[in-house]
């Protein structure tokens, strides 16, 4: 089963910025969809945003829309999580995520999770 491990976490600013890197042991491409979630403190794990199996395509959280960006290295079998305009409220445990089968968007229903990476913005 694929293993994974996110990077990238850390404390910022209100407005700034973070690059999250989940890092697969295996292909993903074509096999795995893979997306980002997230879990503050005393909410539920919600979906922030997947690429799916090929990254052809993407598909965001309303609440995270026109501000963050998922992208794909195949090369390196690692997704990223660009995010610009940080609120406070964007503050969670960031987790990525993977699994094999399902239909467009994934938005959930997800097998395989990393240890997840902590972002906390300041207000």
């Known amino acids: 089963q694929v293993q994974l491990v996110e990077s990238g976490g850390g404390l910022v600013e209100t407005g700034g910025s973070l690059t999250l890197a989940c890092a697969a042991s295996?292909?993903?491409?074509?096999?795995?969809?893979m997306a980002w979630f997230r879990q503050a403190p005393g909410k539920e794990r919600e979906f922030v945003a997947t690429?799916?199996?090929?990254?052809?395509?993407?598909y965001y959280a309303d609440s995270v829309k026109g501000r963050f960006t998922i992208s794909s290295d195949n090369a390196k079998n690692t997704v990223y999580l660009q995010m610009n305009s940080l609120k406070p409220e964007d503050t969670a445990v960031y987790y990525c995520?993977?699994?094999?089968?399902?239909?467009?968007?994934?938005?959930?229903?997800?097998?395989?999770w990393g240890q997840g990476t902590q972002v906390t913005v300041s207000s």
């Open positions: 995520a993977a699994k094999r089968y399902g239909s467009w968007p994934p938005t959930m229903g997800y097998d395989y």
């Open positions: 295996e292909r993903t491409f074509s096999k795995y969809a």
């Open positions: 690429n799916g199996w090929t990254a052809t395509n993407e």
